[in-house]
């Protein structure tokens, strides 16, 4: 079965052919930076038969976006299934769903819970259903890992009927990834995930951790929305509510323009005055830029304390694993968040640390290390492509 994943990011759109269930990769591309401007845009697309394709594009949305990836597959190729991330799925979809009629006025009804991302998910659903009615759908969502967190994790502390009649709770993102690389430090480990405890991190532009029990998910950093949490490239992470009202109080704004700016204009962006991306927040504090030096301080200090809150509230884990593009490519980070860790079980190994980088895989840490330090590089298609491939066989 030929399963074609769809995995839109906010101004990108990653698409991948795969042959399941061996897995074989069959054409992949990327069309990046969408909404830019007039030929802004640029298709990156790769086919064991054909000549690679590296070109600037004009491609104003994701409806063009998805357009591009299909005409640059080509009607010769066959495709049995389509499976697209879906970034929130509410409380109604806690696993893969084939999306009908009914199913797309239902996420239609979510949009408000992720006004960045699922307008740009639905059109990337109505392109394809529009272009192909029979073939089977698949929506994967980001928050369905994190389906099987106990209430004590997923409730806020809140009057119950702001979660009866709206929904308020704690839904957790980047399933995929956390999914993938669970079962992946599994097979590392030589361990089933039903006696695996772990804290797995995701760090990029978005950045969230879990804790992994035996089995399912104790809790995630990531809450209601994307927002909650580690401090991000533009996200602030965890902010006193009554702040932001204090600031729409104070300067005149209204509540969606505050969270618009704890969304865009935060994190480390704000913090270093330099940039969102840490590549270059790291390169500006080695030439001793204080405002950088101090954005990662507090990067590394917030992920360092959910660290230690997820160590405690599992009672101890067999690992820690990083991925995502800072998890898998700043091996600094990783010395500075393990650093003096070795009275908790952790030994870090600078050889091995420096070593494992891209799309390298391996512990971090000593042999000797009571506790493990993995990098395993994420593979968030691959994942929707295997969520995709079990539900359509299971509905043949």
């Known amino acids: 079965m030929n399963i074609l994943v769809f995995n839109s990011g ?7 052919l795969l042959a399941m269930p061996a897995e074989e990769v069959l054409a992949r591309g990327l069309v990046e930076a969408i909404g830019r401007g007039e030929n802004a845009a640029r298709l990156i697309f790769e086919d064991a038969g054909r000549r690679p394709v590296n070109e600037a594009v004009d491609c104003p949305d994701h409806r063009t976006a998805v357009r591009l990836s299909l005409a640059a597959l080509g009607d010769d190729r066959v495709v049995d299934a389509v499976g697209h991330r879906v970034v929130h799925g509410g409380d109604q979809f806690m696993g893969p769903t084939l999306v009908d009629d009914a199913v797309m006025t239902s996420l239609r009804g979510l949009i408000e819970l992720a006004p960045l991302h699922l307008p740009i998910n639905l059109a990337c659903l109505e392109v394809c259903r529009n272009v192909s009615p029979g073939l089977p759908q698949a929506a994967v969502f980001d928050t369905s890992w994190h389906a099987s967190m106990p209430p004590k994790a997923y409730l806020y502390p809140v009057p119950p009927q702001w979660l009866e009649n709206y929904g ?3 839904y957790g993102f980047h399933g995929s990834s956390h999914r993938f690389v669970t079962r992946a430090a599994a097979e590392m480990l030589g361990r089933s995930t039903a006696d695996l405890r772990l804290v797995t991190l995701h760090l990029g532009n978005g950045c969230s951790a879990t804790a992994f029990d035996r089995g399912r998910v104790l809790d995630t950093s990531m809450g209601f929305t994307p927002l909650e949490g580690l401090m991000m490239g533009t996200r602030s992470g965890d902010f006193d509510p009554a702040a932001a009202a204090y600031l729409a109080k104070k300067m005149g704004l209204t509540g969606d323009q505050v969270v618009e ?6 994190g480390l962006l704000a913090v270093s005055g330099v940039s969102h ?5 790291l390169a500006a504090r080695a030439k001793g830029d204080q ?18 809150a997820y160590m405690f509230a599992l009672g101890g884990a067999e690992a820690l694993v990083f991925t995502g593009g800072i998890g898998q490519n700043a091996p600094v980070i990783r010395a500075e968040v393990l650093s003096d860790l070795t009275p908790f079980g952790i030994r870090l190994d600078p050889d091995r640390n420096d070593a494992v980088v891209g799309e390298r895989a391996g512990p971090i840490t000593r042999p000797q290390s009571p506790v493990a330090a993995l990098v395993i590089p994420t593979d968030e298609e691959l994942m929707i492509a295997r969520e995709t491939h079990e539900l359509v066989a299971g509905h043949a």
Do not use: C, E, Y
């Open 10 to 16: 906010s101004s990108s759109l990653k698409f991948r």
């Open 168 to 170: 308020v709770r704690r």
């Open 261 to 266: 700016a704890l969304n865009r204009d935060s």
């Open 277 to 281: 991306d840490l590549r270059t927040v």
């Open 291 to 308: 405002r950088a030096a101090l954005a990662v301080a507090m990067f590394v200090h917030r992920l360092r304390k959910i660290i230690g």
